[in-house]
């Protein structure tokens, strides 16, 4: 079954620490992988797509990773501040015949002062 | 550059009724997309339209309806809402054939139904 399942579904981490968010998928076949972050009350913003031939990818202090091998992602957050208190959302293209978004659930995070 | 822009904001209904939700998309975007996004999940897939036609669609029942214009802009239809109904509906558009590209989502229209 094409499933998109992410882990922790929430985190707290105080300003200025790290974090990394996880995320497994089943969805086969598989086209490419991207993390979205998400406002509350927004529509959700890209931070990065990673193709099957790409390990790692950086977007300022973002940087995922993919192994397509196990089928998981990551999404490490370096110094991180109150502005990316935020869901961040895994979604997976499958493409065959046609092509389709699975969305994970998402990762609310929240950073404390 | 404008980006995906959706109204309106905010709609409070009744049940038995029904709604329209407008979008416009990023320009240069042929292809528009629409989720629902219940509160705590992720967005669902309702359906994609692109050169007017409905292209793909979700497992959402006929009482969601679309429609594309020649401008590439797109409303999205309910009719007789159910309680259930009332979510977060994001448009986002994209091009057909950029599977590399990211979706450009709306900030979406939230739908209260009472």
């Known amino acids: 079954k094409n499933q998109v399942e992410q882990s922790p579904q929430s985190l707290i981490i105080l300003e200025g620490k790290n974090c990394t968010l996880q995320?497994?998928?089943?969805?086969?076949?598989?086209?490419?992988l991207r993390w979205y972050k998400q406002d509350t009350g927004r529509g959700p913003v890209s931070l990065t797509i990673m193709t099957f031939s790409e390990n790692t990818k950086s977007n300022g202090r973002y940087t995922a990773t993919l192994d397509a091998d196990t089928k998981q992602s990551s999404l490490h957050i370096t110094a991180s501040q109150l502005s990316d208190s935020a869901s961040y959302i895994c979604v997976v293209l499958r493409m065959d015949s046609s092509y389709k978004l699975i969305f994970g659930s998402g990762t609310r995070l929240l950073v404390r002062p | 550059d404008a980006g995906v822009t959706q109204s309106p904001t905010h709609l409070i209904k009744t049940r038995g009724q029904q709604v329209t939700l407008r979008c416009s998309p990023k320009?240069?975007?042929?292809?528009v997309s629409w989720y629902q996004q219940a509160l705590g999940q992720g967005p669902q897939f309702i359906f994609q339209?692109?050169?007017?036609?409905?292209?793909q669609r979700g497992n959402f029942p006929d009482r969601f309806s679309g429609h594309q214009f020649p401008n590439y802009s797109s409303e999205l239809n309910v009719n007789a809402l159910l309680l259930g109904d009332s979510a977060l509906y994001l448009c986002a558009s994209s091009l057909q054939q950029g599977y590399n590209s990211p979706l450009h989502f709306g900030n979406g229209t939230r739908l209260t139904v009472t």
């Open positions: 339209y692109y050169e007017e036609e409905e292209r």
């Open positions: 320009s240069g975007h042929d292809t």
């Open positions: 995320c497994n998928y089943t969805v086969s076949p598989f086209s490419n």
